[in-house]
């Protein structure tokens, strides 16, 4: 794919110098052709590619704003219910939106040739019911689950008892639908929010309605990888993050299982494909989400889910607490902001 973004410089190349020529002798309808083709090929490009490709001629540059307006308009390319624009207020930065691949649920190791289209004006509706993707990665052969055609408040035998935040959900093995009351992480984002730059802090997820205490906001998405990827990555993450050239997304939950012997670890990272979850920030005094782990039955493996701990008013930002242990004492700043701020972000052996 990398190889087919320089064939088609040298072809916008090409153009751009035909543009110059006089226009009497030019193929129109080829002409219309290659736009055709241009505004199809653009999407798959990413801010840095298309703002090269942009510069070669006029015609290009036509095409390429609506793309970027679509882009900043909504970071989730109409995977969500709701779009979820950027907004950037710092004077003088011309970053309009950070460029990563969008994905609502958990995916596997993605080819490092992979790209997605990103504002064609067609990007794919998917939040219907049925055109939204599978939520379950695996799932768990002839596992039993609810024979209700729909869950009504507790009556539902997935439910635990006693849960003050849902951690187990109606899942592939069970007989209701996804309009399942008891599917409320499964139907992705439902609230309205919105991604804004701050000069410290970088991008961060905000509010863009009051949104009520006890609301699911968001999964963790990105690839699922194994502990031994995770640490690899990590290393990478940590080399480059000390130069300024990358800010990571590799999330690690470890849970520690009733017998107090084992402790299951879920890596996911959201760095290079991911959701609107990878820009919220850390917040030391334990922020405004809560992080759940959700299972569904029937399937394999447990969701990171988000839901508020408190109400949460308009244009508030939304955070979560990262961690509590910090081993660097030169680690990354934390400009949290909050009065028990530590002044480093967490930092814990992956």
Request: with cysteine; hydrophobic share 35%.
């Amino acid at each position: 794919m990398k190889n087919l973004y320089w064939c088609w410089v040298a072809i916008f190349n090409k153009f751009a110098m035909e543009e110059q020529e006089c226009s009497k002798t030019r193929d129109r309808h080829s002409h219309d052709a290659f736009l055709r083709c241009a505004a199809v090929v653009l999407p798959y490009l990413n801010s840095d590619e298309l703002a090269s490709v942009a510069s070669t001629c006029k015609a290009l540059h036509l095409i390429s704003k609506p793309i970027t307006s679509r882009r900043t308009s909504d970071a989730s390319r109409g995977l969500e219910n709701l779009p979820i624009p950027f907004f950037n207020p710092i004077a003088g930065d011309s970053q309009p939106y950070p460029y990563f691949f969008y994905t609502p649920t958990q995916t596997l190791l993605v080819r490092p040739e992979f790209r997605q289209p990103w504002g064609s004006g067609d990007d794919a509706r998917m939040c219907t019911e049925e055109g939204r993707p599978d939520p379950f990665l695996f799932r768990v052969e002839s596992a039993s689950g609810c024979e209700c055609a729909r869950c009504i408040g507790d009556c539902c035998p997935c439910l635990e008892a006693g849960d003050i935040l849902l951690t187990r959900e109606c899942g592939p093995s069970c007989k209701c639908d996804p309009a399942c009351g008891n599917r409320v992480t499964q139907g992705g984002v439902r609230v309205r929010l919105k991604i804004v730059k701050d000069e410290r802090k970088g991008w961060g997820l905000y509010a863009a309605e009051m949104i009520p205490s006890g609301q699911f906001v968001c999964e963790y998405a990105g690839e699922l990888l194994s502990t031994k990827e995770a640490r690899q990555r990590q290393q990478t993450y940590d080399k480059n993050a000390s130069m300024g050239c990358l800010t990571p997304a590799l999330l690690v939950v470890k849970e520690h299982l009733p017998s107090g012997n084992t402790c299951m670890r879920i890596n996911i990272d959201g760095t290079r494909i991911g959701n609107i979850a990878r820009f919220i920030n850390h917040s030391c005094d334990g922020g405004n989400l809560d992080t759940v782990i959700v299972r569904s039955s029937g399937a394999l493996l447990p969701r990171i889910c988000f839901f508020t701990s408190r109400d949460v008013q308009e244009n508030e930002e939304l955070t979560f607490s990262y961690g509590d242990v910090r081993l660097k004492l030169d680690g990354q700043p934390c400009f949290c902001g909050s009065s028990s701020c530590a002044g480093i972000l967490p930092s814990e052996h992956t």
